[in-house]
């Protein structure tokens, strides 16, 4: 690559690089974005996206939450039947119906938010989980609605509400609307308190914004997942706003156990444990065998 | 007091600076020109109502941002009586971003809580540009709790560019602070009334906004980003603000057409800075009217519709299953 590369065109360099063909075919092997390990897919998929060497949580699908989560048996999705709509017209690079749609394709979603009822380790549980990979797990109307619609099959099957959040926040595309769903969401959460059925709010990386400073916080249980983001303003934002740098973890889980903002860390591979064990103490059920 | 004037007030700026040098003249002349003088301030509001019929959703922002707009503290001199302010959290500090105490309307005895902004530079500083941190969250919650102990209607004046997004206060629980505010506020057993004067800035002001009334002043903007915010998350630069503004539906006339709001309150001509007195009184009828209906329902109607109104915010399309 020395002297050839000499002789070349910076034109033709530039397109040899971009190109350039991967070494490895995709899906095959996975880099940890942590600790720079070389991993089998299939064994990263088989921890959960959990990294064997260094325990970095990489984002995982809803829907992959939902089966870890969830009991094989039984399950009965909630409020598909919702769909999106164009509320505003809202135009900025893209559509927002064409911003939708590259979404679903990219995820096999029709929105952010992905509920189901079923059981977790035998007790009855209504479960919500968010795709982040559909336009950053923001929570627009449909977000909040099938929120609300889980919420009340866990009132109506007398069963404890879980939520998985993994969202930047409020989508900005259905303005004020997508505000008025912390309201609603959160207004919702107040039945399942007067009902005495817990909900267990589950904080993933990352959860921010409208999404945080709304129901996230108001579980009976809130557990962070480990070095997850979780914060009401981006860092950013925040380093710009106040022109410091910000402390060291600054806003990830172990950062929010230490200032007393959730109950507990849980490591994915044990979180469909401690949730049912949490229930069970919570609902005064037997102990989880 | 001399009215600042925004940037595409200009041409009445000229006329009224022109007025204004007549005066001066007219002080030593001999000659009386108070006709002329007239007939430029006739021209001058003219003028003024025809730039106010068609505003931008961006030039309204500049508004509800002008430095002269009344503050929750100019309504609760103007609108009440007997106001007694109570402070602190009783758990970290009190919050000057957040005001509330006790006073009355009309003789009636409420709880007042609301965003409050600074006029001059120490105040802006001393009232964090009205950008309340999670202890101001929690003294209005606190305040919303004794106002139902004791049977008081809430009244809540929002002005608020966003919940401030600081080490300390992320340190202290913004999000938790909000959340339990929308949580909290649904169930309160008495009357709400809620009022966005100036900026309606995201979480930071739906956490004191959620009520059996929302209103919302002519020239008041309410949204989930702001348009600087928006535009540079969506175009990389803040100057596209004028076009985010108009993309997301900011505005009092935007927001009741979507039935967000539930009454857009008229401003003085030129906006509320223009005219506090007027204001006032717009306002005080508003809200008069509002408490005097509420206060005739059982809790359990208004809680009912509330929630009710709660749960219809959003729009989507549904399947048949």
């Known amino acids: ?156 099957a007398r069963a404890p509400f879980i939520c998985v959040a993994a969202s930047g926040g409020a989508r900005m595309q259905e303005g004020l609307n997508s505000l008025m769903q912390m309201a609603k969401t959160s207004a919702a959460l107040t039945w399942l308190a007067d009902a005495k059925l817990p909900f267990i709010s589950v904080l993933t990386d990352p959860t921010m914004g409208g999404v945080s400073a709304s129901f996230a916080f108001l579980g009976d249980v809130v557990i962070g997942e480990p070095g997850a983001l979780i914060g009401f303003a981006g860092p950013r934002v925040i380093e710009q706003t106040v022109r410091q740098t910000l402390p060291e973890g600054f806003q990830r889980a172990e950062f929010l156990l230490e200032k007393g903002a959730i109950d507990m860390i849980v490591d994915r591979r044990e979180l469909k444990e401690e949730v049912a064990t949490l229930l069970a103490l919570l609902m005064q059920e037997p102990a989880v065998a | 007091m001399k009215p600042t004037f925004l940037d595409f007030e200009q041409p009445i700026a000229e006329l009224e600076n022109k007025i204004e040098e007549l005066r001066f003249v007219q002080d030593d002349s001999v000659l009386d020109i108070s006709e002329e003088i007239s007939r430029l301030q006739k021209k001058s509001q003219e003028l003024t109502r025809a730039v106010y019929a068609k505003l931008s959703p961006w030039q309204i922002s500049q508004v509800a941002r002008h430095p002269q707009r009344p503050y929750t503290l100019d309504y609760l001199a103007g609108l009440f009586t007997d106001f007694h302010e109570l402070h602190g959290d009783r758990a970290f500090a009190d919050d000057p971003a957040i005001v509330g105490g006790l006073a009355r309307l009309n003789g009636q005895a409420v709880m007042v809580i609301g965003h409050q902004k600074g006029r001059d530079t120490k105040e802006k500083i001393y009232r964090n540009f009205g950008m309340p941190r999670p202890e101001g969250y929690r003294k209005a919650l606190r305040l919303m709790k004794l106002a139902e102990r004791f049977g008081l209607p809430i009244l809540t004046f929002v002005d608020t560019p966003g919940a401030y997004p600081g080490i300390g206060a992320e340190e202290r629980g913004q999000s938790e602070a909000i959340g339990r505010n929308l949580f909290e506020m649904p169930k309160l057993k008495v009357p709400v009334i809620c009022t966005v004067i100036g900026e309606g800035g995201s979480g930071g002001a739906l956490a004191i906004a959620v009520g059996d009334y929302v209103n919302m002043l002519q020239y008041s903007t309410y949204s989930v980003i702001s348009p600087e915010g928006c535009a540079s998350i969506l175009w990389k630069t803040a100057e596209r603000a004028n076009e985010a503004a108009e993309a997301l539906g900011i505005t009092a006339s935007r927001l009741k057409t979507l039935g967000l709001v539930d009454k857009v309150v008229d401003e003085p001509l030129g906006g509320a800075h223009r005219d506090h007195g007027q204001m006032m009184n717009n306002l005080k009828r508003v809200l008069q009217e509002q408490l005097k209906e509420l206060r005739g329902k059982p809790i359990e109607t208004l809680l009912d519709a509330r929630f009710k109104r709660l749960m219809s915010y959003g729009r989507f399309k549904e399947d048949a299953a």
Request: with cysteine.
């Open chain 1, 1 to 156: 690559m020395s002297w050839l590369n000499k002789l070349l065109p910076p034109k033709i360099k530039r397109d040899r690089r971009a190109s350039k063909p991967s070494a490895v075919p995709e899906g095959l092997w996975s880099k940890c974005s942590a600790c720079e390990a070389v991993l089998y897919y299939t064994d990263l998929e088989s921890n959960l996206q959990v990294c064997p060497k260094c325990n970095h949580h990489h984002p995982i699908s809803a829907r992959a939450r939902l089966d870890m989560l969830l009991d094989a048996e039984g399950r009965r999705e909630i409020g598909a039947e919702v769909k999106p709509v164009d509320i505003l017209k809202f135009k900025d690079g893209k559509r927002y119906p064409d911003r939708l749609a590259a979404a679903a394709a990219s995820t096999g979603e029709d929105d952010a938010l992905v509920v189901m009822q079923g059981s977790i380790h035998n007790i009855p549980a209504v479960v919500a989980a968010f795709e982040f990979k559909f336009i950053g797990g923001s929570m627009g109307s449909v977000v909040g609605e099938r929120f609300v619609r889980g919420v009340q099959a866990a009132l109506e």
